[in-house]
């Protein structure tokens, strides 16, 4: 006998009804960088689609994105002050506090606010930590990176997501969060975030490329798919609510090894240099974009991601990619 599985492939009906795994727009996370200013939109040229706002026009996108069921989204600030111990992540007005209070403002719990949490584009040496010596120092980072998560949290942030890679930073962070009494704001880490050449497209969008050395010390080796699953379990050891992969694409293992592992959500990052390339071969009619980005956002679901955060978001709901 022939096994014919062929037989359930035979109408759209039949596979729609078959088909093991779904996208809905709830899961979709859309990414913006902040600049300061008023009625600023600037493409970025390395990401064609995405650009970096002011935050009047910020509070537009989102209004937009709403009325897509866009409802997440992830706020990096661009700020014009840069310094060495990277002093403008950490005030109560600063960019992103003053953005996640526009965005409360208007929408209230309708959007779903999370921030980024990092001193890469703060500090005038673009490393994500303080330096001393050349070398980024783990523990005088921590009580910084807690006070730039406490800020976010006092301007009304959901979610704040560190993603510097310090060790310990997540304990250190749900400590500062409770005694400021944000008991109540999550933590979503970039618990798995290795080294990664995808991030060279974000690098230009937010001006945060390290100025000497890499982040090789701090972010982790490409190669090592245990100690990614590791440093994982670490952060939801120290109290994160979720955790996440970072690149997607070329660490779906890493997604399905922790997805075997643990209960918490996990979270993919698309990250900017796999939207650029799509976005770039789409340019040039090499590829179907939507069907490209349908089966990236499938492969990471399938790996086991609950949430995408993904570039991609806006336009493939606007344009009805994922129905
Ligand atoms: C900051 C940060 C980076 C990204 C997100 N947060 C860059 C980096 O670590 O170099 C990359 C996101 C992307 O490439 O889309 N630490």
Redesign the pocket.
Known sequence: MIRRTRRLRRSTALRDSLAETRLHAEALIQ?HFIVEGHGLEAQIDAMPGISRTSVDRLVERVRKDLDLGLSNVLL?GLPQHKDGQGSAATTNDGLVPRAVRALRDAFAERLTIIT?V????YTDHGH?GVLHEGHVVNDDTLPILSAMAAAHARAGADIVAP???MDGRVAHMRGVLDQSGFKETAILS?ST?F??G??????E??D???KSGD?RSY?MDPRNGREAVLESLIDEEEGADMLMV??ALAYLDVIAALRARTLLPIAA???????SMVKAAAQRGWIDEARVVREVLWGLTRAGADLL?T?HGREALGKGWLA
């Open positions: 990414p990096f980024d990092c001193l890469c584009a994500c993603s510097d890679m970039y975030k080294a990664s995808f991030y060279g497209p974000f690098r969008a937010a945060c490329a390290p982040r972010q970072k690149p990052y698309n990250v900017s240099g796999e939207y955060i570039y």
